[in-house]
């Protein structure tokens, strides 16, 4: 079942299917150098990578390859992975179920991948669980954020194939309580994005902020479906609830045109506390410039500027000598995922799917996003991101976070079983 | 060409999926079934377009009525899928004859637009009731059980459940175009004012035609949900139910074997561009826009018109 490579008979079947064409398509991205591969491990280690390429969120696409292209060169100037290169193709997943069905399929079975990564929409990765297990690789999810993923997908039915490395709604949903626990605001509203995304991280919100700092009321909840472009009835309801805070997970280009109409409402005097939990993300910081009020809270899946320690210092700098650009969470996440996978095989010793399996399981890996543990039971990368306040630095051309803080993943992630007492926040012991 | 020689090639086809079925690697299966749901869905949404004359925006929503259903009694009632099967087709037949009940009061762009509409509420309706269709992320963890007897879950298995559907459709469109119903919903297409006075209630026509279409949609449907194990609201957005009019477009309207010629090129060459480029949009779109301009009653359209340009053309109502 498992084949690597591409043998020259799958490629005259596949020329049957897809005509002469096939042959040209089948890299974009050759390997860069020779190696003679030990015993062990034959031919590239080959990755096949797909992000949302096309339509306005084609930015992410972006960042997503800006970080995996350099972890290749990196890697592959190194000396590869365990004395092989390392070959990635990218796709275009365009957020649709089917297509990332097919990317995935075509990687595995096509293109001969060894592992896949990425993936944007958690509806993707969720249809994505099952093809994985009956396509028997690993897939390494860089920014999908459902909890379901990892809570039933893997823990509750088992699907070993899957893992993340990006934080899971917990971030959103969990820390953000925790932050809010904190200040002084009684009343909370939301806008949100009417899906399924929006709905989970404020009901995790409330039921953990609720828990944490009991009398605490949700005033206001107004959805805006994808696509919004008018925030006005949406800010317009929020204040009418004369909330203390404001939660919302709006995100990318509809985050920066609610900011943008909220400035205009004047909501930024009217509520004191506001929470953005993928507020630091770099469209949306970059997009909104000066326009991003100070004294905002804001997370993400990475931020730049933590941790503040060398390795973290010099990947920025780095970064920005190749790419120009500061590094998105996306980069962070999808670089970081180059090396995990050669952190396993090395480890494992081969790149057949169930040792690197169960190398991943557990593996400690440094970062520039700081140390990560792939949680045995459920495949979810335990990390530190922060939580911070939005100030002015004259030294970026955005808001940047000035305070910041850090809640241990251990004390906002849910645990397994996941079901029952004490798996969710806040824990006793 | 004569129908003999029609059904010689017909039947090599499906021999030829057949035996591709037993030897192609799991990816060209994959993309055999993708084309063989996608010319599920054209073949029969053709009927009411090029056969009937009406252009519906909703069929996609009847494509998703199909994938829930099947889903929803694969999940909470029973993993087999022809039951499920049956569920979904059930659950779109209904729909049709609801919608279509409403639309088949009105042609060309009223018709249109009533499609459009009620296909979006059935979208709305998919995506706000969360508890029962999952919202955005859909219903996830559909199985495919066995089918009397034969397991059809590995890609293999499951290929000769698609095509054994996929030559169901072909003989039963097929027949109902040979029919006189077929003829009668030409005959609609061309003039239902004459057909109307020929003593023929032309919104029962109309509606049966809508149905039918509904039906097929609700087949592709189910067993699309069966190939990806999940379901997608999306399907039921109006963009999708623009495929099957591209691939009706692309193939030939007016032919048999258009919306079949169709999905194979819109599946195929899809896959191809995406080899080449990311910007594999823009490329598709202009070939697909070179293909529809540059062939006036698309592929085979222009094909049969290049055949029939000597002989006599004996079956040119038919055929062009």
Not at chain 2, 23 to 33: C, E, K, S, T
Request: proline share 5%; hydrophobic share 45%; net charge positive.
């Amino acid at each position: 079942m498992s084949k690597k490579g591409l043998t020259r008979r799958q490629f005259v079947k596949a020329g049957l299917l897809t005509g002469t064409g096939a042959a040209l398509g089948v890299g974009v991205l050759k390997p860069t150098g020779l190696w003679a591969a030990p015993a062990k491990i034959k031919g590239p280690v080959k990755v096949g990578y797909q992000a949302i390429m096309s339509g306005t969120l084609a930015g992410y696409g972006e960042f997503h390859k800006m970080g995996v292209v350099m972890a290749m060169e990196e890697i592959n100037k190194a000396g590869g992975i365990a004395g092989v290169p390392l070959e990635v193709e990218f796709r275009d997943s365009t957020l649709k179920k089917p297509q990332a069905i097919q990317n995935a399929r075509y990687f595995v079975d096509s293109w001969g991948a060894d592992f896949l990564a990425g993936v944007d929409s958690s509806g993707q990765a969720l249809a994505l669980a099952p093809v994985m297990a009956q396509l028997g690789k690993p897939l390494m999810v860089t920014h999908a954020a459902t909890e379901k993923l990892t809570e039933i997908e893997v823990y509750k039915k088992g699907i070993k194939e899957i893992f993340r490395i990006c934080t899971p709604t917990y971030q959103d949903g969990n820390a953000a309580a925790f932050v809010a626990q904190g200040l002084p605001a009684k009343k909370w509203a939301t806008i949100s994005p009417k899906y399924e995304y929006g709905y989970t991280c404020w009901n995790m919100f409330k039921d953990t902020l609720g828990k944490l700092k009991p009398g605490v009321e949700f005033v206001a909840e107004s959805w805006a479906p994808f696509g919004t472009t008018d925030f006005r009835p949406h800010i317009n309801t929020i204040l009418d609830a004369k909330p203390d805070g404001l939660y919302s997970v709006e995100w990318a280009g509809e985050l920066i045109t609610m900011i943008k109409q909220a400035n205009q409402a004047g909501l930024f005097k009217k509520i004191k506390h506001i929470m953005l939990p993928v507020g630091a993300a770099m469209d949306v910081l970059e997009g909104l410039g000066a326009e991003m009020p100070d004294g905002v809270w804001i997370s993400g899946r990475y931020f730049f500027m933590f941790p503040n320690d060398q390795r973290n210092i010099d990947w920025v700098a780095r970064f920005r000598k190749r790419w120009n650009h500061y590094p998105a969470y996306v980069s962070e996440t999808g670089y970081s995922a180059m090396y995990a996978y050669k952190q396993a095989v090395e480890a494992a010793g081969s790149k057949e799917s169930n040792a690197v399996i169960g190398a991943l399981e557990g593996m400690k890996m440094g970062s520039p996003a700081g140390e990560r543990v792939f949680r045995k039971q459920d495949h979810q990368a335990m990390y530190e991101v922060p939580w911070g306040l939005t100030t002015t630095n004259p030294k970026y051309p955005f808001k940047v976070m000035g305070k910041q803080v850090i809640i241990p993943p251990s004390e906002f992630f849910n645990r397994p079983p996941f079901e029952g007492p004490n798996t969710h926040p806040p824990f006793k012991g | 060409m004569n129908s003999k020689g029609t059904h010689a090639i017909y039947l090599a086809i499906i021999l030829g999926l057949a035996v591709l079925g037993l030897v192609a690697d799991r990816f060209v299966l994959y993309m055999g079934m993708r084309v063989m749901l996608l010319a599920i869905f054209a073949m029969g949404y053709n009927l009411l377009l090029g056969r009937t004359g009406l252009l519906s925006f909703g069929h996609g929503a009847l494509y998703a009525t199909g994938a829930y259903g099947m889903a929803l009694v694969n999940l909470h009632l029973t993993p087999d899928p022809l039951l499920g099967i049956l569920a979904g087709v059930a659950l779109a037949t209904a729909c049709s004859l609801i919608v279509g009940f409403f639309c088949v009061r009105h042609t060309e762009i009223y018709f249109a637009m009533l499609t459009l509409a009620f296909g979006m509420m059935i979208f709305s309706l998919i995506w706000n009731l969360r508890e029962l269709t999952g919202g955005d992320d859909g219903l996830v963890g559909i199985s495919r059980g066995s089918v009397l007897g034969l397991p059809i879950a590995k890609d293999g298995q499951f290929y000769f459940l698609v095509l054994f559907f996929f030559a169901l459709t072909l003989w039963l469109i097929h027949r109902l175009r040979g029919s006189a119903f077929g003829l009668i919903l030409a005959g609609i297409r061309e003039n239902n004012q004459r057909t109307s006075f020929a003593g023929i209630p032309v919104k029962s026509y109309r509606l049966a035609a809508f149905v039918i279409s509904g039906v097929f949609a609700g087949l592709a449907g189910s067993l699309g949900a069966m190939l990806e194990s999940n379901t997608d609201p999306f399907s039921a957005h109006w963009s999708h139910s623009a495929e099957p009019i591209l691939v009706s477009l692309i193939g030939g309207l007016q032919t048999f074997s258009g919306p079949l010629v169709g999905s194979v090129i819109f599946v195929v060459l899809r896959e191809i561009i995406q080899r080449f480029t990311q910007n594999w949009m823009l490329w598709f779109g202009v070939i697909l826009l070179a293909i529809i301009m540059g062939m006036r009653g698309g592929v085979m359209g222009g094909l049969e018109k290049r055949l029939k340009r000597g002989p006599a053309p004996a079956g040119k109502g038919e055929g062009s």
